[in-house]
């Protein structure tokens, strides 16, 4: 399949690049994905999860750092815990999806630096005390891994609603107090709800034109 990305055309009749990737996992990706606003019931299983996980895990981090970590929202106690940290218009549809993951990031991720960077001699003794600089390097490395796993869910055939609007304290002290980890999206998953209101409309896109410059 090819696109053409001086115009920003999605019209296959018209291409001129080619990319590796068929047209129907394209769609599945991000051409046909919504952000999806209301669930139905069907259960999201745990082995969903982590196959969406075994296919992120793959993606570029600093130092191969992968300080992503998943808190799964299931029952319903661990819901009435969640929502009150929620802003007023995202309480209702986490209540009723099947399943929340709260994203964080993980600053004590260099305690794995050994497995995972083992070309790093005593990488876990040397970032011990650098406390602001693994804060900020687990901050930046999970956002970019929260974008793989909104593809890595869509690849397993699930769907999501990414929300911003919570009280990132309140829920790091409600559901991390322990860990340290640090919340930075929570996302509700599992299939589309059968009702006009489950995805608004495709709204439209920037152009690489727009947004591209070279030098």
């Avoid at 406390?131 to 593809?151: E, F, P």
């Avoid at 609603?161 to 919340?183: C, H, I, L, R, T």
């Avoid at 599992?190 to 209101?197: H, K």
């Amino acid at each position: 399949m090819t696109i053409n990305v001086a115009s920003g055309s999605t019209d296959i009749s018209n291409l001129d690049f080619a990319i590796p990737l068929d047209d129907d996992s394209a769609r599945l990706l991000f051409r046909d994905a919504h952000t999806v606003q209301a669930f139905s019931d069907e259960p999201v299983q745990d082995a969903a999860i982590a196959a969406a996980w075994d296919l992120m895990k793959w993606g570029p981090t600093a130092l191969n750092s992968l300080p992503l970590r998943l808190l799964l929202v299931r029952s319903p106690e661990a819901r009435q815990r969640l929502a009150p940290h929620l802003a007023e218009m995202n309480r209702a549809k986490t209540l009723a999806a099947p399943l929340t993951l709260v994203a964080a990031a993980d600053p004590q991720f260099h305690k794995h630096l050994g497995t995972l960077a083992p070309h790093m001699a005593d990488a876990a003794t040397t970032w011990e005390p650098m406390v602001d600089v693994r804060h900020s390097m687990a901050t930046a490395s999970g956002w970019i891994q929260v974008g793989y796993l909104i593809v890595a869910l869509r690849a397993v055939g699930l769907h999501v609603g990414p929300m911003s609007g919570f009280d990132a304290a309140g829920v790091d002290q409600e559901f991390f107090g322990d860990s340290g980890w640090k919340s930075l999206l929570v996302l509700n998953v599992g299939q589309p709800a059968e009702t006009e209101n489950a995805t608004r409309p495709r709204a439209a896109r920037l152009d690489f034109n727009q947004v591209s410059t070279s030098l």
